[in-house]
Every structure is written in C-alpha cells, then in structure tokens.
C-alpha cells in the first residue's frame, strides 16, 4: 500500500479524504441499499466536488485511458440521436450517468494513490459486506427460496449480481491477508472470506463459480508469478483448461447436468434473437441505440436484456462501442501489468479478469447508475488510471 499520509487523521480541509469517504459510501450504499436511486446520492456528490475542483485534476485529461473512456461513455450517449423510440427524459439521464462513471473513475484514481481510500475500503467490505453476506446467508436459510439459490439483499436481489460482488468482497478479503500484518485484522479478513465463498457457492450461479474462481486465481498468481509476461501466460493456460474442462463435461451426457443444471438458460436463443435483430436494423457498425429496447422474447418468456456485456455493446452501440470498450479493457490492462508490481494493480487485475469471464454470460449495462458494473468494471479501470497518472507520487 502507498505510505503517503497513511498515519494522518481526518482532516475537514482535505478534499481528497472527502472524496474516499464518498467513494466508500457509493459502494457501501449498494451493499445495504434497495433503492438505486437512494444509493446514488453520495455519487451526486462527488461528482459536484469533482466539478467544483476540476483544476486540481484536469492534468487526467492526457491520460491515453480516460480519453478512452471519454470516447466510449460520449459514444453511447450520442447513440440515443437514433434509439428508437427517442425519448428526451431519458437520454438526459444517460449523459447525466456517463458523467457520474466519468467523475467517479477520476475520483477514484486520484483517492486511490494516497493509499487512505484502500484503508477504509477494506474496512467497509470486511464489516459491512461481512455483516451483509451473512445476512444473505440466514435469510436464505430461514427463507428457504423454492429454486434452493442464495439471494443478496438490497440491489443484489439476484443470485448472479449477488455472488460476483460478493467475490470483489472476497477478493478485498485476499488482498487484507496479504498486506496486512495484524493477526485481528486478517483473522476478520478470513471469516470474511469464507463467508463470501460460501455464498457464491450457494448462489449455485456457474457463471459466477467459474468467474470468481478465475479472480481467485489471478490475484494468488499474481504473488507466484515473477513478472506480468508469466502472469499473462499462467492465467491464459489456466482458463483454457478450464473451458476445456466445462465443455467436456457439457457435451457429455452424464455430467451435463453438473455444470448445466437449467440448460443453457435460453442463453443461444436470446443471443440468436439480439443479433438477427442487429442486422435487421442495419446497426451493426453503430449500433440501434442504447435507448432501444433490448428485450427478447423466447418461448413466451420475456429476457430484459442480451445477458452479455459485448453482444449488448454491440446491440447498442455496435462495432464502434465494442472497439472503444476493448481499447479500454486493453488499456487498464497495460497499465495493471506495467505496474504488476504494486498491490493495487494486482487487485485490480484480478477484479477486472473476474468480470471479462463473467460478463460474458451475463450483464448489459456500463453506463448505471452505481452498481454491481461499478464494482466489477469501474473500479478496477480507477485503479489502473491511478497507478499510470502519476507514477510514484502521491496527489494532495
């Protein structure tokens, strides 16, 4: 962890102590809160103060990766110019959003090189998201829901959501047992981790098995492997036996049912729906809209959304969208492993590779309002934009 003011108190003065204390509340807000909308106000703040101060870090600006991000945040807002139907309202909320992803990702990173911001985010996630895992897990108990899978509270009201976050909780919980040096403080740390372990495995999601799994893997690898290139090729070898191991057991019909016990959840048809609805509407190079409606329905069932980040990408923003999301993807992974070496770039990375496995099952939105994209995307892109901003020093 960064040193620099790592032993200072509160200061009322410091705008940077202020933003991580907001930046703490917007991700404690989703743990306890059910109402987006209500978990949204410390964003609303912290983006007037970013706006307030934006001399203090308009330098960001030169950052190859935030003009990334402007990019593909200003494209899917300019999308809703051919969503059908266009609706005003709405399209003003997602400029109003994009710009609350845009404020915090700054925010974060400029919190996040003084070291304070991952002090109090260990300290949040290990009482509140233990005290809130361990809820999910009496009120599943007490409950007993008729599909027999764990369910979160407030936002996470679902099990997939539930268990990717709850595997950022976990991934935190690593990172503690790591870094710190206090037997109470990992001892926490480690009933914690279990708790949130057992809790993605109740959520009998193997979307979320296989995903956290992964983020599990990377960030134990990311201490055994001596620089990013192994790093790179480990986790690479390791995914593909992986997949290799679940396809096998898919095709075959005595363990099918192990690793696909609702089938494929109608995933091959709404997909196949999502793209012949991409190229009826000619939207493959821009997309139909981020406004346009992206239901699907398949066998009387309607499905919300494409349930993957990238064919939804495509749906809305199209090719263009998908590029800008991959050159950001590409580039908070440059800058992760040129900082390989840092705490934080291996949390990071492990989030991040985490939330490619998963949203490749699951997923649809970047620009929210906060929630679980902020945990799994946002907030690792933070992490790299602040270890490339000013490597080595530390922002006041």
């Not at 790592?6 to 306890?32: E, T």
Request: one cysteine or more; a neutral charge; hydrophobic letters at 55%.
């Amino acid at each position: 962890m960064q040193q620099a003011a790592a032993n200072d108190g509160f200061r009322f003065g410091d705008r940077i102590q202020w933003m991580a204390v907001l930046i703490v509340l917007c991700f404690v807000s989703v743990l306890l809160l059910r109402s987006q909308s209500a978990a949204s106000y410390p964003t609303y703040a912290l983006s007037l103060l970013m706006l307030a101060t934006f001399p203090q870090w308009r330098d960001a600006l030169q950052l190859p990766l935030l003009r990334w991000i402007c990019a593909l945040l200003i494209w899917l807002c300019v999308s809703t110019a051919w969503s059908d139907p266009f609706d005003l309202r709405k399209a003003l909320s997602i400029w109003s959003r994009s710009l609350l992803v845009f404020f915090f990702v700054v925010a974060f990173a400029e919190c996040q090189l003084r070291g304070q911001l991952q002090r109090w985010m260990v300290v949040a996630l290990t009482v509140v998201g233990g005290v809130v895992v361990l809820v999910a897990i009496v009120n599943f108990y007490v409950t007993d829901p008729a599909d027999g899978r764990l369910n979160g509270l407030g936002q996470l009201d679902t099990h997939v959501i539930a268990a990717l976050v709850y595997g950022v909780v976990l991934l935190f919980m690593l990172r503690t047992l790591f870094v710190f040096d206090s037997w109470s403080i990992r001892a926490g740390a480690l009933l914690v981790a279990c708790l949130a372990t057992f809790a993605v495995f109740m959520s009998d999601s193997r979307n979320a098995w296989v995903s956290v799994l992964m983020g599990v893997c990377s960030y134990l690898l990311a201490y055994k492997c001596r620089d990013w290139r192994q790093f790179l090729v480990t986790v690479a070898s390791m995914g593909t036996l992986l997949l290799s191991v679940v396809v096998v057991l898919a095709v075959n019909e005595e363990t099918r049912e192990l690793v696909l016990p609702r089938g494929d959840s109608y995933r091959l048809a709404i997909w196949g729906e999502t793209i012949q609805r991409i190229l009826a509407g000619d939207g493959l190079l821009i997309g139909l809209g981020i406004l346009t409606s992206d239901d699907v329905t398949v066998g009387g069932i309607v499905f919300p959304h494409a349930h993957n980040i990238y064919l939804s990408l495509l749906y809305k923003g199209g090719l263009v969208a998908v590029g800008l999301y991959a050159a950001v993807l590409i580039s908070t992974f440059a800058l992760l492993f040129t900082h390989f070496e840092r705490e934080d770039a291996k949390l990071g990375i492990s989030i991040l590779v985490m939330a490619v496995f998963a949203h490749l099952l699951d997923g649809h939105e970047l620009v929210d309002k906060v929630g679980d994209t902020w945990f799994l995307v946002w907030m690792p892109v933070g992490l790299a934009l602040g270890l490339g901003w000013m490597p080595g020093s530390y922002r006041r």
